[in-house]
């Protein structure tokens, strides 16, 4: 039987899943407080008949694991975190949750704004029809749930906390790891893609210092404010000439923090950072920029002491294997047809997936395993052709968007056949 045959015959009626999606977007947990979404994973995968389920892995991470007899072992990854956002989509099932961050103890909105509830939902939906396939497939199945995907910490964090280390959560040393995302692309459609598919990307605080004051008298005091703004306008020269026209790299001042009133000149000033980029080198040579240009703004304002860096997280370079990739993309133009992209755009937002690919244990005594990670399409075809007609595909909601919540199907639907699919390339008998 085809793989498009089995899809048909074996993915269960997905209302069930569409309420489960619906409660998870409603209700959204903060990296590592996920509690919601790790206890809805590991009680639907408890109810599938043999998966072993295995939970507290790197906080709120968890495995269900299928034993089907002797075969390769392919593990599923979904990331399960939500973000501090305020949710604008107006849908009946909004988020209006409040909670404390336990990263910085202050209170905050929280919405799934990059669909990670949907990837939940694909993801149990997933289990349940290889678990009912059974006799179509042999080997190992391994459903992973990632907590603290968004701050880039997750997957080491399982992987530290003995993820494949047999005396801890011993689980099975994968042949391939397979996961996907969806996208602001049409629901219906999937992506992939060799090679570099998503970028690098380092975030840090950077702290400058200088003399606070009285606001009638700046030439007494520092202006922190002032050497500030000058590094955010100058950080973007390095974008344009320093970087290669025919490479690319993002440089984001998201955040700048100083003073408390209008009137007084503060002694500090904190910028949050965020780079991202397609190139190692690139990487690596704006990076070095960046704390020339800050040091040399320093010291054109006579700072009171050096600038202090402090990293806050990295996300590695995300690399799917060209032969695995490969077989898959034979596999999704089977399912898909015109429906699958083989060389789309890559990621422009970066992963920490690959960690669970790297630093699993290979066959010859090393790390490392190949993956592929795929995208898939959330937004309503209609919204697209809209927006392309009217020249306005900026208004089509993007991921980490207040307004983005994908539209229920025929994403769900999308997402789940990708799992499976991509699952039963190497599993199938």
């Known amino acids: 039987m085809s793989i498009p045959a089995l899809l048909q015959e074996y993915i269960p009626d997905l209302s069930y899943y569409e309420s489960i999606y619906k ?8 990296s590592l407080q996920e509690h919601l979404a790790s206890e809805t994973a590991a009680k639907e995968l408890r109810k599938l008949p ?33 973000l501090p956002v305020t949710e604008l989509t107006g849908l009946p099932y909004a988020s209006t949750k409040r909670e404390v961050d336990g990263a910085d103890g202050i209170e905050k909105d929280v919405m799934h704004a990059c669909g990670h509830d949907m990837h939940i939902a694909c ?15 042999k080997g190992t199945l391994v459903i992973l749930f990632q907590p603290n995907e968004e701050r880039g910490a997750g997957a080491k964090a399982m992987i530290e906390d003995g993820l494949y280390d047999p005396e801890r959560h011993a689980c099975p040393i994968p042949d391939v790891v397979l996961g996907q995302h969806v996208m602001p692309f049409a629901a219906g459609q999937v992506g992939t893609r060799t090679g570099i598919s998503g970028s690098a990307a380092d975030s840090f605080r950077v702290t400058v210092y200088g003399k606070g004051g009285h606001a009638s008298q700046p030439h007494m005091t520092i202006d922190p404010v002032f050497m500030a703004a000058n590094i955010v306008v100058r950080l973007q020269g390095i974008i344009s000439r320093e970087v290669n026209p025919q490479d690319s790299a ?63 997280s990295s996300f590695p ?5 060209d032969d ?26 970066s992963e920490d997936f690959g960690t669970l690919a790297t630093e699993a244990p290979n066959k010859d005594g090393g790390k490392g395993v190949p993956s592929c990670y795929w995208l898939f399409g959330g937004t309503d075809p209609e919204v697209i052709r809209k927006a392309k007609e009217a020249g306005r595909m900026e208004d089509v909601p993007i991921n980490h968007s207040p307004l983005f919540a994908p539209v229920i199907q025929p994403t769900l639907k999308t997402g789940v056949q990708a799992l499976v699919a991509g699952a039963l390339t190497f599993l199938k008998s």
């Not at 939970?55 to 990331?79: E, F, K, M, W, Y």
């Not at 289990?127 to 006799?135: D, G, H, P, Q, Y």
């Not at 998201?254 to 080198?281: C, H, Q, W, Y």
């Open 250 to 312: 993002v440089i984001t001042v998201g955040s700048v923090i100083a003073g408390m009133t209008e009137n007084i000149i503060a002694d500090e000033a904190v910028l949050k950072i965020n780079v991202r980029n397609f190139n190692p080198e690139t990487r690596e040579k704006v990076l070095k920029s960046i704390r020339r240009i800050v040091k040399a703004e320093c010291d054109a304002s006579n700072a009171t002491k050096e600038p202090l860096f402090e990293p806050t």
């Open 50 to 82: 043999g998966f072993e389920v295995r939970t507290s892995i790197g906080g709120t991470g968890l495995i269900g694991i299928l034993r089907n007899s002797p075969g390769p072992t392919v593990l599923l990854r979904a990331d399960i975190d939500a």
């Open 123 to 137: 993801m149990l939906a997933a289990a349940e029809t290889l678990s009912k396939a059974k006799a179509i497939w």
């Open 23 to 30: 409660n998870l977007h409603q209700n959204p947990g903060l």
């Open 324 to 349: 695995i990739t490969q077989k898959l993309s034979d596999t999704f133009d089977d399912v898909f047809g015109e429906n699958h992209n083989q060389n789309c755009a890559p990621l422009g937002g």
């Open 317 to 321: 370079f995300l690399v799917n294997d």
